[in-house]
């Protein structure tokens, strides 16, 4: 079906009280550094230590010493003592490079390195995250804004900081209406967002900011199931920081060579937690004594991952390779079982995701940039990093995995998914939110019905690949 005779109301009632998002450029607002602020006032002579401070606070140390170097001031001790602690500075950056290499890169390129949101520099919506038990959902846009929409009132709080620098995630804190964690470059900002107030600009004395050293950039956060710890983790650092984020304290989760992580998924249950890494080491560890249990993959590092509502099934997919694997884990022992199930050794693929060429000519599969699966375990929809259509496949998970083509979500023409999540509170079925290109919000209803499941579908231990069941999609 082509997206102009795609009339969702139509069909459903469902999402007509969903909020109609459209993020244009002139709602964007316009960001000003500080040396556009700084043009607008004539230049003034300073001396030298009131300059030195200055460049310190502004640029850092490091520019300070470097700024002290120059021969434009006639103190020759002060300029040889700068020299010498540059050179220090830079031999020990060089040797700090070497056992980091991630740290080489711009903070702004790592975000978009590591990000799940598909060319995340250039896309006007960034990050969406659906709050877990009332329908609000949080926009995160380019201009390092966080919208706040909500099914119940028209007004949008608009939360937006000189601290909030290149948004990478959001998240809701559970059991709470109002309280919500963002992460930015430098920072995680936890905001109190009043339901009942009518003002759409809060304050930032709504706001804790949590900041650690060396422990940037933020590319992913992650509430514990009930919302008592929040979980960062940075490309840059090889710890994962566990907060207190109402004593404004820190406990860390540290493995020896752990170069970074990149990507936290608690499992619903909020028995374990996958910390994906830079390199082709993953863990995920046991939440009730913090142990963890290391894994490989055989290619590249972890892209995506996503828990079954069990908690029980990890899928997950690489950054060089087409092909979505599944990792199984037994259940909690219980004190009347007597069989002892050993955890697998190795992962299973379980979906062939290469690139092919529908009827049309339109191009599916290839390596994937996100997934998501619903709450309610029925369906996987996953994005990929250079084709244009997003896939949805119908799962089940007892007595096996299994996992049977859907159909297909195209946008309108020019327009390319950039992000996407499922409403966690949902009750008609399921709803995929996803954020195009063009600013565009659009919500995906699969209504439940009373028919079976398809008999014909794709277990654990078999692979299938988008050649031989491109004929059971159905385009949108």
């Excluded at 700084?38 to 460049?55: D, G, M, N, W, Y």
């Excluded at 050179?87 to 390195?113: A, C, F």
């Excluded at 608009?158 to 109002?178: E, G, H, T, Y």
């Excluded at 890494?277 to 560890?285: A, E, G, N, Y």
């Amino acid at each position: 079906m082509k997206y102009e005779y795609a009339n969702i109301s139509a069909f459903t009632t469902a999402v007509d009280r969903h909020p109609r998002v459209h993020i244009t450029r002139d709602i964007l607002h316009s960001m000003t550094t500080g040396d556009e602020s700084r043009a607008l006032f004539l230049p003034v002579h300073e001396p030298f230590s009131k300059q030195l401070t200055k460049i310190w606070f502004e640029q850092g140390f490091t520019e300070a010493v470097r700024f002290a170097t120059t021969e434009s001031f006639k103190n020759e001790i002060l300029i040889a003592t700068a020299r010498w602690a540059l050179k220090l500075i830079n031999g020990l950056s060089r040797i700090h490079n070497v056992i980091y290499p991630y740290t080489l890169q711009d903070k702004r390129k790592s975000l978009s390195t590591f990000s799940q949101t598909r060319n995340w520099l250039n896309s006007p919506i960034r990050y969406i995250a659906w709050h877990p038990h009332i329908s609000k959902l949080a926009v995160a846009t380019s201009d390092d804004s966080v919208r706040i929409y909500s099914t119940d009132s028209k007004l949008v709080p608009v939360l937006k900081s000189k601290l909030q620098k290149n948004v990478s995630c959001v998240a809701w804190r559970p059991l709470s209406a109002s309280e919500i964690a963002i992460a930015c470059e430098n920072d995680i900002l936890i905001w109190t967002v009043d339901p009942n107030s009518v003002v759409t600009r809060p304050s930032t004395a709504n706001a804790c900011v949590l900041r650690r050293v060396n422990h940037s950039p933020i590319i992913n956060i992650a509430w514990s199931l009930h919302g008592e710890y929040l979980i960062s983790a940075s490309p840059s650092d090889p710890a994962l920081l566990v907060w207190d984020v109402a004593l404004d304290q820190t406990c860390t989760l540290k493995r020896v060579g752990n170069i970074g992580n990149t990507m936290l998924s608690w499992s619903p249950t909020g028995r374990k937690l996958l910390a994906a890494s830079t390199s082709l080491v993953f863990r995920v560890w046991e939440c009730k004594d913090w142990t963890a249990e290391r894994w490989n993959t055989a290619i590249g590092r972890i892209q995506s991952a996503c828990w079954s509502p069990c908690g029980l099934i990890l899928l997950f997919v690489t950054s060089e390779e087409p092909v979505l694997y599944s990792l199984g884990f037994q259940a909690e022992a219980s004190v009347f079982s007597s069989d002892v199930v050993a955890t697998p050794q190795m992962a299973s693929p379980v979906l062939d995701l290469s690139r092919i060429e529908l009827p049309n000519g339109g191009l599916v599969g290839g390596l994937v940039q996100t997934m998501e699966w619903d709450p309610k375990g029925r369906h996987l929809a996953i994005l990929f990093q250079d084709t244009n259509y997003i896939t949805i496949f119908m799962t089940m998970t007892t007595p096996l995995l299994q996992i049977t083509p859907s159909c297909l979500i195209a946008g309108q023409p020019g327009e390319v998914p950039c992000t996407m999540a499922f409403q966690k509170n949902f009750t008609e079925g399921s709803c995929l939110s996803i954020a195009w290109s063009s600013g565009r919000l659009q919500h995906f209803p699969l209504i439940y019905s009373d028919l079976p499941v398809p008999v014909k579908s794709l277990t654990s231990n078999q692979t299938e690949t988008f050649q031989s069941s491109y004929n059971r999609y159905n385009t949108y």
